[in-house]
């Protein structure tokens, strides 16, 4: 791991999108090869990092350039669209900065937000195995002088593998949460590359292990209280995983639309024997490219509510930005599995084989899918319009 030396300034929506579309047909060249052989993304990272797009998200105030959730959203879906674990490995990053945003004092903002800027990339340290439920923190935190020492186990730490700060969820004497912005090189910690998903291969979602590490006083964030009121913490958290699973659908269709029109296809069989003029397959395609329309409208549409959210923080606001982002979340999540199946049933038994990486599409949309249950997303989707109940403040919804 490495820190970028040049970090380009990006600063405007238009051009992070610009400089996205360009990221993104470099990293897809070679993607089906990383998840093949599991060949961790150490220089597309750099490239991810000098672009100048980990910053986009830093207000303009901190001299980023502060860009609406609607072209933050693109931006990840069309990396992800690339490659799905590129997509996913700054999620946390950006979930990172919005906490600073909400709850940091006015110099945290400043030191942490410059390096941002400069390239320094956060990682999590979030999840825990074995817990009561997955809200649940046994990772402690106790005061040792003018700082603090942290003491436990981590695992899901997607980006923790290649990060230079790693944002880890404590709980004080007190037993309340924190968020301890620890940097990578503290004595006593310890990232293993142990994860083994079948999909998002390369995010490095493994475990981070604190033994008695320090953290000065400066570099905690209050944690629990960004959802002890409303804040949009918990629907930013969500619109990026959205855009994982649209980036991931959209992929899964181009790569079902060139399958079909191609004339020679060296790896046809008996089981992939389509046709652009077949009625089944057309239905299938027109089924696909209307689900993937509206998830990428609803994307945009939960950007513009979760924008007005951060402009104007309230109970109505953020509830409503909540509901928009779970509408998105849920459609997302369907059309990323069924794009990615649908390729499986289009290209038969050959979609099966490494050297052609079909398969990477549905495997990655299976994972990630996982992350909350959609089914509570539909829930409180119901709930809100039926009952006029908000959703609960939390970061899965």
């Known amino acids: ?27 897809k060249r070679d993607s089906a090869l990383r998840d093949r052989e599991r060949r961790l993304p150490h220089p597309e990272l750099e490239a991810f990092s000098r672009s100048g797009l980990w910053g986009i ?7 980023g350039a502060g860009v609406s959730n609607i072209t933050l959203a693109k931006v990840i879906a069309l990396i992800t669209q ?8 700054p999620q946390n990053h950006f979930y990172a900065v919005e906490v600073l945003r909400v709850n940091a004092s006015e110099a945290q903002k400043r030191r942490l937000y410059a390096e941002v800027l400069t390239g320094q990339r956060f990682g999590n340290a979030l999840a825990e195995l074995g817990t009561q439920t997955a809200h649940h923190r046994t990772t402690r935190l106790r005061r040792d002088g003018d700082g603090y020492r942290i003491n436990g186990r981590k695992f899901y730490a997607t980006g923790a593998l290649y990060a230079q700060r790693i944002p880890t969820a404590v709980v004080d004497e007190n037993g309340v949460q924190q968020l301890a912005f620890v940097p990578r090189s503290s004595q006593g910690l310890t990232i293993i590359d142990d994860w083994s998903g079948f999909g998002q291969r390369t995010t490095g979602s493994g475990s981070v292990v604190f033994e008695d590490v320090y953290v000065g006083a400066a570099d905690v964030v209050p944690f629990q209280s960004a959802f002890e009121r409303p804040t949009p913490v918990g629907p930013l958290a969500q619109i990026l995983h959205a855009a994982i699973d ?11 639309l060139q399958f079909v029109r191609s004339k020679t296809r060296p790896w046809i069989d008996a089981t992939s024997d389509v046709a652009t003029d077949d009625p089944h397959t057309l239905k299938i395609f027109g089924q696909l490219s209307s689900r993937l329309h509206a ?10 509510f979760l924008d007005r959210a951060q402009a104007d923080t309230n109970a109505e606001t953020v509830a409503a930005a909540s509901i928009a982002v779970a509408e998105a979340r849920a459609i997302s999540t369907e059309i990323s599995l069924a794009t990615g199946s649908t390729l499986f049933e289009l290209a038969g038994s050959q979609a099966t084989l490494a050297e052609h990486g079909l398969d990477r599409h549905w495997r ?3 994972v990630h899918t996982l992350h909350d249950p959609v089914r509570w997303k539909y829930h409180a989707v119901g709930n809100f319009y039926l009952n006029d109940e908000k959703p609960p403040l939390r970061g899965t919804i």
């Open 82 to 89: 690339a490659d799905g674990s590129l997509g996913q490995i």
């Open 364 to 366: 990655n949309a299976r």
């Open 57 to 63: 998200s830093v207000p303009k105030a901190y001299g």
């Open 1 to 27: 791991m490495t820190l970028s030396q040049h970090v380009a300034v990006i600063t405007s929506d238009e051009q992070a999108l610009i400089v996205a579309s360009d990221l993104a047909d470099d990293f």
């Open 295 to 304: 998830a990428e409208a609803l994307l945009e549409r939960a950007g513009e």
């Open 246 to 256: 649209t980036g991931i659908a959209r992929a899964a269709y181009e790569d079902a």
